[in-house]
């Protein structure tokens, strides 16, 4: 697997696109890495710029503290990918990164560049929030236990106690981020909002997931694929269908 760096730390690029390629970036759930995106990165190329943000607290970032605030995670995000690259820009989030691509898209258009389409996957929508167990307060065996029960990590890793130790660190900085996080009340976009999710998502029932439709001023598409929290991993030429209709790729 090849990887170019951009602005810093922060971007990864799996694949070159030509110039005029519209960009798209990903972010990913939490424990994730930026290389979750590298399938889509070459099922996309060359029509589209696949940039991946990777978090601080793990692979080639594993030296660096994790971020324990998502809104300010979201702001070094925007840092590095604005500059004068004046493409048009798509966001696309799983699960914690379907609310940091939400709070970069405001952040975005905040700054008179909106992005040209905003994917959210796998999360209910911000004025769905309901309080519940503070899985960052509690034991590696319950936040273990948590991530266990959405289906996205190999089994395995639960086994390698090694392993399990140098990733808990990020994984509780990423909840701690996500449990902490509070919506904008005035958190409203002006652009189209593609929502995805699975029919048995165990955190994100289909009608919570409906309610992104509140948070934008443009037009909103759901779709719901058969599968639970990670459905994307099983169904992915079905989720770059998506965004590549989405994105006139």
Request: charged share 25%; with cysteine.
């Amino acid at each position: 697997m090849t990887s170019a760096v951009d602005s810093g730390s922060w971007l990864r690029r799996y694949r070159p696109a030509p110039e005029g390629a519209v960009r798209l970036l990903c972010l990913s759930h939490a424990g994730g890495s930026a290389s979750a995106y590298h399938p889509m990165a070459l099922a996309l190329a060359p029509a589209a710029d696949v940039l991946a943000a990777q978090y601080p607290g793990r692979q080639d970032r594993f030296a660096e503290p994790p971020s324990e605030d998502l809104r300010e995670l979201a702001g070094r995000i925007v840092e590095a990918v604005t500059g004068d690259d004046d493409r048009p820009l798509a966001l696309f989030g799983h699960s914690m990164g379907a609310v940091v691509a939400y709070e970069v898209a405001l952040a975005l258009q905040a700054a008179g560049r909106p992005p040209v389409r905003l994917f959210v996957s796998g999360r209910r929508a911000p004025s769905t929030h309901r309080a519940g167990p503070a899985l960052h307060l509690g034991s590696d065996a319950e936040l273990l236990r948590a991530v266990r029960r959405l289906g996205g990590t190999d089994g395995r890793v639960f086994d390698d106690e090694e392993l399990v130790q140098l990733v808990l660190p990020a994984l509780r900085g990423d909840y701690k981020a996500l449990e902490t996080y509070e919506p904008r009340p005035d958190g409203r976009l002006t652009c189209p909002v593609t929502v995805l999710t699975g029919d048995a998502d165990p955190v994100t029932p289909v009608a919570d997931a409906r309610a992104w439709s509140g948070h934008t001023e443009g037009p909103t598409e759901l779709c719901v694929f058969p599968g639970g929290h990670f459905y994307l991993n099983e169904r992915p030429e079905e989720v770059v269908g998506v965004v590549r209709r989405h994105l006139g790729l």
